[in-house]
């Protein structure tokens, strides 16, 4: 068993909380340190952690709380929805078309862009094939 630093001819019970250095009966402070400044150190630590434990609740709550509100407007949002096609129900039905009818026609719009460039690649395709008609010839 090691001996107590500040009494070298007694037997440590103990080492420091903080800095581990063997102790004896006599030199224990608080229970558990070498020292007074030993025990402020472990305190402090201690504090500190105790903070940090506080702010990430809060932060937590915190992120809780956002949630709730956005779940509250998304749902203010759904029943605002609702609401307007339950009062207007013709209405929500005109919206309803003229949004499908934006969709098909860039729809269309887009497919028209897509023949645009067939067509174009096509006739690269054939200037290429002619290309190499006339290279063929060249070479007979
Ligand atoms: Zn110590
Ligand atoms: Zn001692």
Redesign the pocket.
Known sequence: MAV?L??TD?PAVTSCAACGKP??E??VVAGAYCSAECQAKADLAAGRTHQMMEGKARTDKKNKALKTVIFLILLAAAAAGAYYYMQNPKKAKNHFNELSGTVKNAGKAVGKRVDEAKERTNKRLNQDSRYKKNAEKLVK
Do not use: F, L, M, Q
Request: glycine share 0%; net charge positive; with cysteine.
């Open positions: 107590c500040n009494h007694t102790i004896c006599k030199c």
